[in-house]
């Protein structure tokens, strides 16, 4: 007869138990905030796509109306003579963003059903009905003489100094209203190094509500001086896109700002606000943005 052997089986210790789930966690903490950051970046280069593929709706809309950028009326004649008509009314009410938006839903319930204007680090809540707008195009101001201010040498925006022409703009109340103003793509000099539009989530200053919204012209611009100071007002308009975000926004540095830009070729770029102002005065601390990627006429 054969007799087998008992074998027994040694249960772990409780020390070995420790070193294991001490291993675990090391791993956890080790993988997690890589994990992290590769979902933040997923969602930069989200936030990219999506100002990229409203470029693409800037250039269908450049096709019908002369290669000029869409601009905005303060009060628009045939919405009330109270209402704003926008450079995103403008794309959704002719479906070149998708949407077909009727006079009536322009301005007072603005929607974006292919969620293509808000980028998911933004996640302020709107200050009204209206969906967010976390982009805007890039301010365009002349002075007296119809020059671009060193402050505001961008693609669409205003001219308050010029004489109000009915014929020209039908969409507007009458005297006294800015006159909006946009240029050509034709008439930029380096298409491929200047910002046409990029973010601005358009906190209040309490970062509790959003007034960047669709269909509003609160925030529907971005300008170069915001994007260049840090502390409290770079923090409202690009704390979704801090590096070393700790909680404390407030403390970073222009470097630690990188919103995504659309430049006026149509390629995006993900930058330090800083990096923009090279070969201007505003390298050097003034608000003179000639010369820089700010400027549509380099």
């Not at 703009?169 to 298409?191: A, H, K, N, Y």
């Amino acid at each position: 007869m054969k007799h087998h052997a008992l074998t027994s089986r040694r249960a772990f210790t409780l020390i070995e138990l420790l070193v294991v789930i001490s291993i675990i966690a090391l791993l956890i903490g080790i993988l997690l905030p890589a994990l992290g950051q590769a979902r933040r970046t997923a969602q930069v280069l989200l936030c990219g796509t999506k100002l990229q593929q409203i470029g693409r709706a800037y250039a269908v809309y450049q096709n019908d109306f002369d290669s000029f950028y869409p601009t905005q009326v303060y009060r628009a004649s045939r919405l009330g003579g109270n209402r704003e008509l926008t450079w995103d009314d403008l794309l959704g009410e002719n479906q070149y963003d998708a949407r077909s938006i009727t006079d009536g839903e322009l301005n007072f319930s603005s929607f974006d059903p292919n969620d293509i204007y808000q980028c998911p680090l933004d996640d302020i809540p709107q200050a009204f009905g209206n969906d967010r707008r976390t982009y805007g195009l890039s301010f365009l101001s002349l002075n007296n003489n119809g020059q671009r201010r060193q402050q505001f040498p961008g693609l669409s925006g205003w001219n308050r100094n010029s004489v109000f022409n009915g014929a020209q703009f039908p969409d507007m109340v009458g005297p006294g209203d800015p006159v909006p103003i946009s240029r050509r793509v034709e008439d930029v000099t380096q298409t491929s190094n200047t910002i046409a539009a990029g973010e601005n989530r358009g906190a209040d200053p309490t970062f509790t509500t959003s007034n960047n919204l669709l269909g509003r012209r609160a925030s529907s611009d971005i300008r170069p001086f915001i994007h260049w100071s840090a502390g409290a007002d770079t923090s409202r308009f690009l704390g979704h896109h801090a590096e070393g975000d700790n909680g404390n926004i407030l403390g970073l540095s222009q470097q630690e700002y990188r919103p995504n830009y659309l430049y006026a070729d149509g390629h995006v770029e993900n930058l330090s606000n800083k990096d923009t102002e090279e070969n201007s005065p505003a390298a050097t601390g003034t608000f003179d943005w000639i010369g820089s990627q700010w400027d549509s006429k380099q």
